[in-house]
Nanobody, 123 residues
């Protein structure tokens, strides 16, 4: 599966932004999906996860209550709605597919990755 993330940009603290990740192929609905982010000088970290049907979601503590992950299997797309953005949310955001583990928050559990989209939040 190939993934294409989009929707990043420069916003002010408190603003909202919605990221999209479009997937190729006809098996998108069978992939558990995730969003990760990587800030300059830091390791890539988990942001959110969604199950194949969308019924189950999981969030990092740092974004719980502010970010919402969702998916539209008919459009082969997963979304990340980001509200109340903070400067510390500044990072390159990556979508990932095919979670094969049980923890669902580790980089090595996702075999497929998009190219990333940059989100910059100014104070």
């Amino acid at each position: 599966v190939q993934l294409q993330a989009s929707g990043g940009g420069l916003v002010q603290a408190g603003d909202s932004l919605r990221l999209s990740c479009a997937a190729s192929g006809r098996t998108f609905s069978t992939y558990r999906m995730g969003w990760f982010r990587q800030a300059p000088g830091k390791e890539r970290e988990f942001v959110a996860h969604i199950s194949t049907s969308g019924a189950r979601t999981l969030y990092a503590d740092s974004v719980e209550g502010r970010f919402t992950i969702s998916r539209d299997n008919a459009k082969n797309t997963v979304y990340l709605q980001m509200n109340s953005l903070k400067p510390e949310d500044t990072a390159i955001y990556y979508c990932a597919a095919g979670a094969i583990g049980a923890v669902l928050m580790r980089v090595d559990e996702y075999p497929y990755w998009g190219q990333g989209t940059l989100v910059t939040v100014s104070s």
